[in-house]
């Protein structure tokens, strides 16, 4: 079956630090793969999302590459900012995006000033 | 961009009461609609799946009797806690997909259920 493991928060970094967030994937076929933000007390955003192999997704400074040759979908942002502080889902969703998504158990990102 | 708009936002009950947490699309219609739960630091579960008109198909463990989905309509979905138990108490999303947007997946703002 699909499944997506994240590693382990909390990340806890310091206002301008550069940030890595892993994400691996285990699924048949070529799933869709995304980043979900929640920010505290809310519901999910869609952060950014790639749909092939090599594809770059990026949003607010946040980028992930779908990485086929290593089933990865590390998230990255160049100098992180204390309103990035929030918890971060990995997921992955199959048939271009249309499949219910799988999620991963989410890496919470703390960011001090 | 499509907005899901999920009410009340908290909820605070006794037990033994029962709980409606509505869902709505406001500028889309929503074909499937999705409810989950959310354990403290835990991913989201997936609960069950309602398509407009027809009956909700539930998860395994999930008792069908105790969380009741209504989708009546195509902007509108229904989670009702029933009995409400402390237990009970956690964070409830739902999210809606609609044909018109390329099947992708809009999440509401989730709902706190505190259960006393």
């Known amino acids: 079956g699909n499944s997506v493991t994240q590693m382990e928060g909390p990340v806890t970094l310091s206002e301008e630090a550069f940030l890595t967030i892993n994400c691996t994937y285990t699924?048949?076929?070529?799933?869709?793969l995304f980043w979900y933000v929640q920010y505290p007390g809310e519901g999910l955003q869609l952060l950014l999302k790639?749909?092939?192999?090599?594809d770059k997704g990026s949003n607010k400074g946040f980028e992930a590459t779908y990485r086929k040759e290593t089933t990865s979908f590390h998230l990255e942002k160049g100098s992180v900012q204390v309103s990035d502080s929030a918890v971060y889902f990995c997921a992955l969703s199959q048939s271009g995006g249309s499949y219910i998504p799988t999620f991963g158990r989410g890496t919470s990102l703390i960011v001090h000033p | 961009g499509a907005v899901v708009s999920q009410h009340p936002s908290r909820v605070i009950c006794k037990s033994g009461t029962s709980v409606k947490i509505e869902c709505r699309s406001l500028?889309?219609?929503?074909?499937?609609m999705f409810w989950y739960r959310q354990f403290p630091k835990q991913s989201l579960m997936l609960m069950a799946t309602s398509n407009e008109g027809s009956k909700a198909t539930y998860e395994q463990g999930v008792e069908k009797d105790k969380f009741l989905i209504n989708h009546a309509s195509l902007t509108l979905s229904t989670l009702t806690v029933t009995s409400a138990h402390p237990e009970d108490s956690s964070f409830y999303i739902c999210?809606?997909?609609?044909?018109?947007?390329?099947?992708?997946?809009?999440f509401g703002s989730g709902t706190r259920l505190t259960v006393v």
């Open positions: 699924a048949t076929g070529y799933p869709s």
């Open positions: 999210s809606a997909r609609s044909i018109e947007r390329n099947y992708g997946y809009t």
């Open positions: 500028d889309f219609q929503a074909t499937t």
């Open positions: 790639a749909t092939k192999a090599d």
